[in-house]
């Protein structure tokens, strides 16, 4: 069912659109005043809210293109509603996710930012 995490990784490096996001001055700043832990948090309850349920609210459009760092790299990793979670990621729409997938996306999601604040893909 799943693909690796690297296999995804790779292919998302190669998506014009997914490689277009980038963390902006507000988000770094907001990122760096409040710490990655306290982000990580906010991505946790952003995806149990908003990415969890088997029927998204608002699905495909749930997902600001930004104001917080999650969302734009949510963008980024494709993790963003639940069309682009089956399609890149093979986590099938209409079940709620699990806590494993929760964790995964929000793995994700902690790689995403690790790289784009160290400047290494």
Request: proline share 6%; hydrophobic share 35%; charged share 20%.
């Amino acid at each position: 069912m799943y693909q690796s995490a690297e296999n995804i990784w790779a292919r998302l490096q190669r998506s014009p659109f997914r490689m277009k996001f980038h963390l902006n001055a507000k988000d770094s700043a907001y990122l760096q005043q409040k710490g990655t832990a306290v982000i990580l948090s906010h991505a946790y309850d952003f995806i149990d809210t908003r990415l969890a349920p088997a029927f998204p609210e608002n699905d495909g459009k749930q997902t600001p293109m930004r104001g917080h760092p999650v969302f734009v790299a949510q963008h980024a990793t494709a993790t963003c509603c639940r069309g682009c979670l089956e399609k890149w990621h093979r986590i099938p729409q209409g079940k709620a996710l699990n806590e494993e997938e929760k964790q995964y996306v929000v793995n994700f999601i902690a790689h995403w930012i690790e790289s784009e604040t160290s400047g290494h893909p």
